[in-house]
């Protein structure tokens, strides 16, 4: 372990931060969050801090682990910061203080190409091309063209080095491999599988990148190869910490989809056809369930939907669509166990039957305490879960177990300026912690209007009025303006009335990948970005680019959400108020999250717009405008839009 002074040397005004970063300056915050990391990896502790933008977070904990000389992993919210994190900031960090230490990064396995099936689904061999037994549309199709092109001199196999596919491409989840599917060590490409070299980098590395699903996919020892990694860590250090009770809570769980029937009903045909044509029976087994997994989506809500499965499981039509599920999984359970030993492949496809079955009975277990069982559907496929209520109990036994230092950090962990709420969830109330503000002058660079005489949220004329409130914001900041909403019923009213009434270009989420749209954004410096929940996080265009951001209301989570419902009635018996526990701190961390898109430099300025009154004539909108930046405040309209306009005078004097 290097001493302090290694620390304070690196990030000082000569050190070799200041040597490899082209306008380097120190920030105490940034220091004083760097010697608080290595003096918990020192001890072996367990940290909390809330680093305001600005901060310079990533170097305040990458320093102090290369110091260290223990093996680190990283963990991050989103494959963006991921490859962030990898590909610049680490080898910065290493090169400006002249280390040895080996780096990696891990995704998880829906990243990587698997050859075995993408030979098997797709092979040129003439008797296998007849009898594929996957379907393709043409896009489809001209995207595997591009995926074989690639296959054949990608070192990596990260299919984010195709960056002309597009993220949603349906050959995809034909050309990856899942926990369901992998073969494992019987798999005949095994020796040169991309996941496999990539998990033997891992474990090599000293300093390991992965996100936080993969991270709690391992903990919940769902994805058994990635095992060993994590109890070799020294140090886990979590990098936008705020997601994870969400994450946690739904690895801790159980959950069973129609997607993981169809793909093993669509394996099991893939046999059928191509290896054990003789087993006629499997492939009426394998249709039969292909047929009641699609009815039993049907069964449900054309769009996507949660609900409480315990009562839908309590009416007729839905236990007896689930009761056919059943049989047909059976009736292909009963074939497949006829064909074991025949290939590898439909061993695996006997082995997944197995475990779905217990799926089915544990989503059938209507009364078991603690948890909440509920369904979720998108357009194609629906999930049933068995979620714990709490994770604390069993995360705090992981992280006392471990003896490693933990780091937990994000720009938005506290609310009103502590941090119970993050660390009841994971039980994580002996750890210390550390509330470092934004270096940037709110005050001067931004100002929050909170609008008057709005209608209320859901009535009739309030798409009309948000638009009547944006266009004068959006002429004053000349487009360069996001409107941030908390269901897409909104965004599509405010689209297209909005697009009806203002020249500038826009962009609305659902209709380009969230990549592209965001290049749009930035390549039309006058257009307007509408989204939802996505773009509340994890977005970051600075500079003049946006100086408007609008979010329609205060982001209270559905008071229909399955799975609030649950912990609210938990929390209730055991005395205490739902709202206070759960629904208000979960919103201000969202506000948080949503109102930090528009600072992100020092030179930053803009209006932030909150179209919701409860901020300023409800007791608890205390609570929230406790949580945000010091900005200016105004009710009025004109004060914003004059704001904007000067920001406007001032962009054009600096051009």
Known sequence: MKTTKSVSQAFSSTGPLASAIAGFNPRQAQLDMSLEVEQVIADKQTLLVEAGTGTGKTFAYLVPAFL?????????????????????????????????????????????????????????????????????????????????????????????????????????????????????????????????????????????????????????????????LIPSAETIIFDEAHQLPDIATEYFGQSFSSRQLLDLASDCLQQYRVELTDVK???????????????????????????????????????????????????LYEVLKLCVSRTEAIDNCFERATTLLNLCDLMQQVDKPGTSLWYETTRRHITLHLTPLSVADKFSEVVSKSQSAWVFTSATLAVDGKFEHFSRQLGLSAARSMLLDSPFDYARQSLLLVPRYLPEAYANNRAQALVDLAMPLIAASDGRCFMLFTSYRMLNQVAEILAQSIENPLLVQGQLAKRVLLDHFIEQPDSVLLATASFWEGVDVRGDNLTCVIIDKLPFASPDDPLLQAKSADVKRQGKDP?????????????????????????????????????????????????????????????????????????????
């Open 68 to 228: 260290s000389e223990q093996k680190t992993i990283v963990s991050t919210g989103t494959k963006t910061l991921q490859e962030q994190l990898f590909h610049k900031d680490l080898p910065l960090v290493k090169k400006a203080l002249d280390s040895t230490l080996k780096i990696a990064l891990l995704k998880g396995r829906s990243n990587y190409l698997c050859t075995y099936r993408l030979e098997e689904n797709f092979s040129s061999q003439p008797h296998k091309r007849r009898q594929a037994a996957v379907q393709l549309d043409a896009a489809a199709l001209a995207d595997l063209v591009k995926v074989r092109q690639w296959s054949s001199h990608t070192q990596s196999g990260d299919l984010g080095e195709l960056t002309d596919v597009a993220e949603d491409s349906a050959i995809f989840p034909q050309v990856t491999s899942t926990t369901d599917n992998c073969l494992g060590r019987q798999c005949p490409d095994y020796e040169t599988c991309f996941l496999v070299k990539a998990r033997e980098r891992a474990i090599e590395a000293d300093v390991l990148v992965v996100n936080h699903h993969l991270f709690f996919a391992d903990l919940a020892l769902k994805d058994t190869g990635f095992g060993e």
């Open 579 to 655: 709202f206070a526990e759960i629904q208000l701190p979960q919103a201000v961390i969202a506000l948080k999250q949503g109102v930090g898109r528009l600072i992100r430099d020092i030179d930053d300025r803009g209006v932030m717009a909150i179209c919701d009154a409860r901020l300023v004539n409800r007791q608890y909108g205390q609570v929230f405008l406790n949580s945000l930046p010091d900005m200016q405040r105004t009710r009025e309209l004109d004060r914003a839009t004059a704001f904007l306009e000067t920001i406007n005078r001032q962009t054009e004097r600096e051009i």
């Open 281 to 331: 029976q499997l492939g009426k087994a394998a249709e039969k369930l292909q047929r009641s997994a699609a009815d039993f989506r049907l069964l449900f809500g054309q769009n996507p939907e949660r609900g409480d499965w315990r009562q839908r499981l309590r009416m007729s039509t839905f236990a007896q669509g689930f009761n056919h599920v059943i049989d047909d999984l059976k009736f």
